[in-house]
């Protein structure tokens, strides 16, 4: 597959370990926040989204926590798995014109 | 499979041309997205169509255009190609005409002009 973002900071985490990604935002009148993941050669993937009067929403394995003060956004990730192993980055929705701003991305690593 | 579709997978061409990538979106999604990831500059919103109506414009040069067809697919035309421009194209589509709408990706196109 091709590989996106070569430059990209890496997260390394243990197969069955919790992961953390982090994401600072650029634009506190941001309302509407999106986490998306992309395997090697494919299009990003949608994984759990949440609007800014939320806090914490939780999905699958994964849980996305904002915080408005730092304008900072995490991804958790519970009991880490091979297929994990992805780039992972945010989106926010700048609710002054609707449209979608994406960070840069940080790759997911799983060691065995 | 998201069940977007997008073709070519791969375009090889020079610069100063002009080339036309192709989306199909999911059955009964009404807008499509374009957006191009690059090395650099990261995932990038070029413009929204909605029903075949232009509903939202982000970064996308005066070189570039697209359009939607009455049966909802849309083409993403590129001209005078610069090296600058090799990217990966993606499409995305989703029912409604928000962003906050979930969004499913293609496969991209990886345009490489030479």
């Known amino acids: 597959g091709e590989s996106v973002g070569l430059h990209l900071p890496t997260l390394s985490v243990q197969e069955g370990d919790n992961s953390i990604i982090n994401c600072a935002y650029s634009?506190?009148?941001?309302?509407?926040f999106i986490w998306y993941k992309q395997e090697s050669g494919k299009g990003p993937q949608f994984i759990i989204d949440?609007?800014?009067?939320?806090d914490k929403r939780q999905g699958q394995r994964v849980t996305v926590l904002l915080n408005k003060t730092v304008k900072h956004l995490s991804l958790q990730i519970a009991a880490t798995q091979p297929g994990d192993s992805a780039v992972y980055f945010c989106?926010?929705?700048?609710?002054?014109?609707?449209?979608?701003?994406f960070g840069k991305g940080t790759r997911l690593h799983i060691l065995p | 499979d998201s069940g977007v579709t997008q073709t070519p997978k791969h375009l090889i061409t020079a610069t100063g041309q002009r080339v036309t990538l192709r989306c199909s979106p999911r059955?009964?999604?009404?807008?499509v997205y374009w957006y191009q990831q690059s090395l650099d500059q990261g995932l990038q919103f070029l413009i929204q169509?909605?029903?075949?109506?232009?509903?939202a414009k982000g970064n996308i040069l005066e070189r570039f255009s697209a359009q939607q067809f009455p049966d909802l697919h849309s083409e993403l035309n590129l001209s005078s190609l610069e090296l600058g421009d090799s990217a990966l194209y993606f499409c995305?589509?989703?029912?409604?005409?928000?962003?906050?709408?979930?969004?499913?990706f293609g496969p991209g196109t990886r345009l490489t002009v030479l």
């Open positions: 634009n506190s009148a941001s309302d509407y």
């Open positions: 059955s009964g999604d009404l807008s």
């Open positions: 949440i609007r800014s009067n939320m």
């Open positions: 995305a589509s989703s029912e409604g005409g928000y962003f906050t709408d979930t969004q499913y």
């Open positions: 169509y909605y029903n075949g109506e232009e509903r």
């Open positions: 989106a926010e929705r700048q609710n002054r014109d609707d449209k979608i701003i």
